[in-house]
């Protein structure tokens, strides 16, 4: 994987969270952005889950930007994020997850079929910022999300440590 590379999970990795307890409803095959390596193992990224904003309804658009619009200091307005990949994208940020390659199925590529990556030093900083307190509150109580950050990427930890 490339840190800020745009890549699809395969349907293991739905497995693997639910077989510890978190939780991944979403049926849809998006990709996700493999924003950062983990300071813990190379090999070990934080991911976050995107979709299109275009594919909202208004009702569902102005939920989202209740969120957006909280003052920057609840952690609540961390939770999702707006911006330009190959459109117009939400980031579902409190979803964010570990991955590996082992639960990487491809890539995401561009109008130019190259494998897309972000570049926007803003968008970068912003999804940055959020992750990074999401991750905060996460390693202050396991688990809190409902995906079960933590004990995914305890598993994938000794996945990793097994190789």
Request: charged share 25%; net charge neutral.
């Given at each position: 994987?490339?840190?800020?590379?745009?890549y699809?999970?395969?349907?293991?990795?739905t497995e693997?969270?639910?077989s510890?307890?978190?939780?991944?409803n979403d049926p849809?095959?998006?990709?996700?952005?493999c924003l950062v390596k983990s300071?813990e193992?190379?090999?070990?990224?934080?991911?976050i889950p995107?979709?299109?904003?275009?594919?909202r309804s208004?009702q569902?658009?102005?939920?989202?930007?209740?969120y957006?619009?909280l003052?920057s200091?609840d952690?609540?307005?961390?939770?999702?994020?707006l911006?330009r990949?190959?459109?117009?994208s939400i980031f579902?940020?409190s979803d964010?997850?570990?991955i590996?390659?082992?639960?990487?199925?491809?890539?995401?590529?561009?109008?130019d079929k190259?494998?897309f990556?972000?570049?926007?030093?803003?968008?970068i900083a912003e999804?940055?910022r959020?992750?990074?307190?999401?991750?905060?509150?996460e390693?202050?109580?396991?688990?809190?999300f409902?995906?079960?950050i933590s004990?995914?990427k305890?598993?994938?930890l000794k996945?990793?440590?097994a190789?």
């Amino acid at each position: 994987m490339i840190e800020r590379g745009l890549y699809y999970a395969t349907s293991d990795f739905t497995e693997l969270i639910k077989s510890v307890g978190g939780e991944w409803n979403d049926p849809k095959h998006r990709p996700i952005v493999c924003l950062v390596k983990s300071t813990e193992n190379d090999d070990l990224y934080w991911a976050i889950p995107m979709g299109n904003w275009n594919h909202r309804s208004p009702q569902q658009q102005a939920r989202l930007q209740q969120y957006l619009d909280l003052p920057s200091n609840d952690i609540r307005s961390c939770f999702y994020h707006l911006g330009r990949t190959t459109n117009k994208s939400i980031f579902f940020i409190s979803d964010a997850i570990p991955i590996t390659d082992k639960y990487i199925s491809g890539e995401h590529v561009g109008a130019d079929k190259k494998h897309f990556i972000i570049k926007n030093k803003n968008l970068i900083a912003e999804l940055e910022r959020k992750l990074f307190r999401i991750l905060a509150v996460e390693n202050s109580d396991k688990n809190h999300f409902r995906q079960h950050i933590s004990d995914v990427k305890t598993h994938l930890l000794k996945e990793l440590s097994a190789d």
